[in-house]
Structures are given as C-alpha cells and as structure tokens.
C-alpha cells in the first residue's frame, strides 16, 4: 500500500518574513485580513526586524511596509549608485619610457620581462620599463538595476546562531530548517526515536552554489584581486550544502541526502525525491528545502546581460506617460501584464514531509499531502534557456492527478494554480498558453491563477518553495493573493479559461480541495506539484485509518499544537531560537554496534537494519529450472 507524503512543518524567510504559521503569506495580503491578523503579522515582522518597541504604531507600520517585499536594493546587501569593480587602464610614459616607485615588497614573485628595477633606499624600487604598463582601477558604477525582492530589513539570520563565516545561503539554510523544525511542535528527539536512523533522509540545495564571498564569488575572485584563499571558500560554496548544513548541525542525520538542482524549479526537485522516497516506504522522515542568495553584484550582472532582469530603465518605459522621473521599484515585477524582466529575490523555504501513518502516531498538524511531483524535460531546444514543451507535460499530469484523487467535478471547480509568472514577456505568453490549454482539456472554465513573484520577486531554487508555503496560507485564511502590481492583462497571454485576478480573491471556507504548483527552468527544468489541502487530507486520512484511529490522533494532536504556538510566542516577543549544534552528539566507531542483521548507534533508540533478502534471488531460481 502506498504511503501519503503529508506537510508536518514548514518554516523559512522571505521578503515578506518569517514563513512559520503563515506570517509571510499574511504579508501578501495584509489588507485584506482581519485586524487582529494584521497586527499579529506586523509584530512578527517588528521582531524579525528587530524594531524598537517604542516607536509609534503607525510609524512602525509604515517601517514595515516600506521595507518588506520587492524594493530598491538597500545598501544593507551592497550599494546599488556604486558598485565596486575594475576598469582596464592602460599608461604610458611621455617619452615613451615609463617609470614608477613601489615599495620592494610589493613586486611581484615574477617580475615581468623588460622591467627595470632600481633600488632608491628605504626599501623602495624605481621601475622603468618601454612602452606602457596595463593595469585594473580599483572604481565604481551604478548598477542598471535597481529593485529586488530584498529580505525585511534589519533581519540578519546570523545574528541567531554561530555563523562563523558562512555564506549567507547557508545562514539561511539554518535558519529556514530550523524554523520549519520547531513549526512542527514535536521534539526532534521524539521523532529520531519513532524511527530508524536510516529512515530520515535530507533533500535540500540551491541552484546557484553560494556565489558570496565566502563561497565560490570569493574562491574566485580572491587571487584575480589581490587576495588569498580561504580554506572554507571551495567547500561551503557547494550548491549541496543546505543539505550538508542541515544534516550535520541541525538535525544530526545519519540518514540519506539527496540534493537535487534544477534551475528556478530545484525546491521542486528536492521535494520530487522526498515524495517518491516517502509514498515508496524507503523514507519516513523527509526535510525538503531551498535556500538562495542571489542579490549580489556578481549574480545580478550575469542576468542583466541575459536580458532576463527588469531594469531601472525599461521599468521607466513601461511607465512612460506618467510622469515618473524613477522606476516603480515597488512594482518592478508584473506577471502576465506589459513587463521587462524578472526581479531577483532572496530566500530559504523547508518543509517537513512525514509518511500518514508516522504523522497519525505522533500527532502532527497535517497541513497539506504532496502526492505528486512531475518532472519533465523539454526535448530539443533553440536556447538553453528558451521554453519548450516539458513544461505542458508536468503541468498536465499534475492536473490530471489531482482529478484522479479530488474528482473531476471538483477539479472544474474547487483547484486553483500557482504560477511560475516570472515578469518576463516570454514567461507571460509561454505559460499563460500551458495553463489555458490544460485548463480547456480537463473543463475547466475559470482557473484561479496567484502570481506571488508579483510581490517577493524570484528566490531562483527557492522559488517553487515560496510557491508551496503560500498555498498553505491560501487554505488557512481563505485568500487568493492577487496580481496587485498590474493594472492590466497583456494581449497576448493566453486567458480564455484562466481567472487572473488583479486584486485579492476572496474564497469560501473549504472551498479549495487542490493547487497546482508549476516552476520553469533554464535548461528544460520543468516540474509541477499536484498539492492537497488540510481539509482533504484529513479525508484521506480518516478513510484510511479509521474514525478510531482519527479520534486519537486528534488528542495526541493537542499537544502539538500548543507546542508549536509556544515557539511562535517566543518569536513574537523576539525571543526567536535556531537549532544549530556545532560539534554535539558527534559520532565515532566505538559509538557503533556492528551486528550481522543490523547496526545500533549510539543515540538512537532503533537499529539501522541491514538487508538480508533480495527481489532478484527469484530470477536465479527461474534460470535453474529452465
């Protein structure tokens, strides 16, 4: 019987906060909430921001606003008026012959053919040399773009654990795992003994490596400017590392990891594997996630030659007329209108996937069912990064799936979609056209399609991940985030059966069964989630256990509950705690138990058992008898 992978815990950051128990989601649609709900997420968002308490409550909301979700780059990340980077010069001496003084210790190991050295005393040189000297100018320039979707201003996820240099995909790796652990409110040393140790496994990356100065950008960059190597740079610039991260210091996992890349979908693919894994019994315990760090000169620059990003300047086009002398940073993302670009984002999003019957034993808040995630690619291609046909396949096997499990009647219905919606003008009629013609083959008259990159701009790995904990949010609070930062749909996208709203969606209770969750990436990454609300789930999980089975699970539930709210107080009142255990519980032989059937360590209170039959030994006995 195959298992249902369920959502148990989820947490990270974005530019709209704080992921747990939707305090990110609620950014999104602030004014549409309740005013008790909108207080709660401006106070999640004080603390993270770590705001003085003091200031006056229409101030504070005002901070707030003004530095959450896509804005202009704040010199918190790097200056966006100057760059630092290296102009070629070339000098020349005016006779011809060209001369300068350095200090004697600065000359190069090899000195170069044709210089001439002349000791001057105080341990300086005169150099002269024929012809010209090429040399890098240490200068500056103004980035072409501007806007991102920074991370709440005043958070910095070091400031919460012993970072000790990394790179700042990897702090947030920590930071989004621990807070998705903690969101669960069952201790993880309950969950390590309910199961073996070889039954939890890690499923989490980045598309991009860590390109910072601590990772690869560093590595790189450090003899071409004059400086040394460090000995972390290569190692932690890894594009496994979440996962590494995540096993060795937050969940101290001796189970599988399972790093998967795939561009702008890779959340996607990490969750792919967690799934298989879990509905296959391989895996109990899966920690999905992606965490990336994409606002930095470097990154940035490479997509703006691309084309791919949404400059300063062709933001002011889209809004000639109106008398604008800056671009709309706030609006630089407009999915499926008149757009330039894609606006690059910050971010790191975990969930926790148990199997149904584990999350039933120990209680867990079920807050959606993952059971399935298509991948396809996109066959022959003109440009790698140019779309193609894989992308129809995912979505339509996503859609066809969740039919097959919610009815065809409530897949017309009671689904709605999460799109990739990027802000690029191919973007906008390329999956515009896949999600109309899959929604006129299943039936489907009026899709309701959200856009969140409209807010937080795109987390590149982390993307599909902000896509997942937002359709959480949807469920909860019974709102579809609208398309607010257009005024418009572009002729050519594709809407004949698609309903894309340009303000927030108001939905019934328990009106939505199923999200389609849809990423694209260079290279013909493709994958679409088929994703399950709470409230189906529950159906699902009560017809398969049995009410017995149910009513036990509520009260054991309870618990859970009350202990999860308990770290969200905390985080209220900025007291918020990371899990992060450097050198604790660290393993060694003699902390084994070898045995011939099966291996205990220490620490855990199940064995790793070890396999003693294989499917294969009836293909032997079929050859012996023939």
Not at 536 to 541: A, M, P, S
């Amino acid at each position: 019987m195959s298992h249902l992978p369920v959502v148990v815990g989820f947490g990270g950051v974005n530019p709209a906060g704080r992921s747990s128990f939707h305090h990110g989601y609620r950014r999104l649609v602030l004014d549409a909430l309740p005013l008790a709900a909108q207080q709660r997420t401006l106070q999640s968002l004080a603390a993270l921001m770590g705001m003085d308490e003091r200031m006056p409550e229409a101030e504070r909301r005002q901070h707030i606003l003004a530095h959450t979700l896509i804005r202009k780059i704040e010199s918190a990340a790097f200056d966006v008026e100057q760059v630092a980077w290296n102009k070629r010069l070339h000098l020349e001496g005016g006779a011809g012959q060209f001369e300068f003084v350095t200090s004697a210790k600065q000359l190069p190991e090899c000195v170069p053919e044709g210089w001439a050295l002349r000791d001057i005393g105080g341990g300086k040189v005169a150099v002269t040399l024929d012809g010209g000297l090429d040399m890098l100018l240490p200068t500056h320039r103004k980035m072409d773009v501007s806007s991102a979707g920074q991370l709440p201003t005043g958070f910095d996820p070091s400031n919460y654990y012993s970072a000790r240099n990394h790179p700042r995909g990897l702090q947030l790796s920590v930071f989004g795992a621990s807070d998705a652990l903690q969101s669960m409110g069952i201790d993880w040393d309950t969950v390590r003994a309910s199961v073996h140790p070889d039954q939890i496994s890690v499923y989490a990356s980045s598309a991009m490596a860590q390109l910072d100065d601590a990772g690869f950008g560093g590595l790189l960059a450090a003899r071409a400017n004059g400086g040394r190597v460090s000995s972390k740079q290569l190692a932690l610039g890894l594009a496994d590392m979440p996962a590494d991260f995540v096993s060795a210091y937050v969940l101290g996992n001796v189970g599988g990891t399972g790093p998967s890349l795939g561009a702008c979908a890779t959340f996607f693919y990490n969750l792919r594997q967690a799934v298989q894994d879990i509905r296959s019994g391989a895996v109990r315990v899966a920690v999905v996630g992606a965490a990336e760090a994409g606002i930095d000169p470097r990154v940035m620059d490479g997509y703006a030659t691309m084309g791919a990003l949404a400059t300063d300047a062709d933001l002011l086009k889209l809004d000639a007329g109106s008398g604008r002398s800056e671009a709309d940073y706030r609006r630089a993302s407009r999915p499926f209108s008149s757009n330039c670009g894609f606006t690059i984002a910050e971010a790191s999003q975990f969930v926790v996937l148990f199997d149904d019957a584990l999350a039933l034993e120990l209680g867990a808040q079920v807050h959606a069912a993952v059971p399935e995630v298509f991948v396809n690619a996109d066959g022959y291609k003109k440009s790698i990064s140019s779309p193609g046909v894989g992308n129809y396949l995912t979505v339509a096997k996503a859609t066809s799936a969740a039919g097959a499990i919610i009815g065809e009647h409530a897949l017309k219905t009671r689904s709605f979609v999460q799109a990739h919606g990027t802000s690029t003008p191919q973007n906008r009629v390329s999956e515009s056209h896949i999600l109309n013609e899959t929604a006129k083959a299943f039936g489907i008259e009026r899709w309701p399609v959200a856009a969140i990159k409209a807010y937080l701009g795109h987390s590149i790995g982390a993307a599909s991940g902000d896509q997942l904990v937002s359709s959480l949010g949807i469920w909860r609070d019974n709102i579809l985030p609208g398309i607010t930062t257009i005024d418009h749909i572009a002729d050519d996208v594709q809407r004949s059966n698609l309903h894309l709203p340009m303000s927030h969606l108001e939905l019934e209770e328990d009106s939505m069964d199923a999200a389609i969750l849809n990423a694209k990436g260079f290279g013909g990454n493709n994958a679409s989630v088929c994703l399950l609300s709470p409230q189906f789930t529950e159906r699902l999980l009560r017809g398969r256990h049995g009410s017995h089975a149910w009513k036990g699970y509520c009260e054991r539930r309870e618990e859970s509950v009350a202990q999860a709210n308990a770290y969200d107080e905390a985080a209220l009142r900025g007291e918020l705690s990371v899990r992060y255990q450097f050198g604790e519980g660290v393993l060694e032989s003699d902390d084994l138990d070898i045995q011939a059937d099966s291996i205990g360590i220490a620490g855990w209170l199940k064995r790793v058992e070890l396999p003693n039959t294989s499917p294969y030994t009836s293909w032997l006995a079929s050859e012996d008898a023939q």
